[in-house]
């Protein structure tokens, strides 16, 4: 059985996970590329949703205590994110 708090960290993380995977115009491919640090904790993804670019790095840290995932279907996908761990992905096109 699914919490209304599970249930809105899953639509977050996919909310995130998306946007991720989406290319949307006028993102500057000359920036230098960055590291956004996502910090899951409470059941929510913060920040819930970012810009990058191409080249930057997302790092995923579990800070609840069980397993999280971070899923763009066809783009990436974590596997399960243990507590206290963290995972990263490597942008290779802009999204929001």
Do not use: C
Request: aromatic share 8%.
């Amino acid at each position: 059985m699914r919490t209304a708090a599970g249930v809105g960290a899953l639509a977050a993380s996919w909310a995130l996970a998306i946007a991720l995977a989406a290319a949307p115009a006028g993102v500057g491919a000359a920036d230098p590329a960055r590291t956004h640090e996502v910090v899951i904790q409470g059941l929510l993804y913060v920040p819930a949703t970012l810009t990058v670019r191409p080249g930057d790095v997302v790092v995923w840290t579990n800070k609840d205590p069980f397993p999280h995932t971070v899923t763009a279907a066809g783009a990436f996908d974590s596997g399960p994110i243990a507590p206290g761990k963290s995972w990263r992905f490597t942008a290779k096109k802009p999204g929001t």
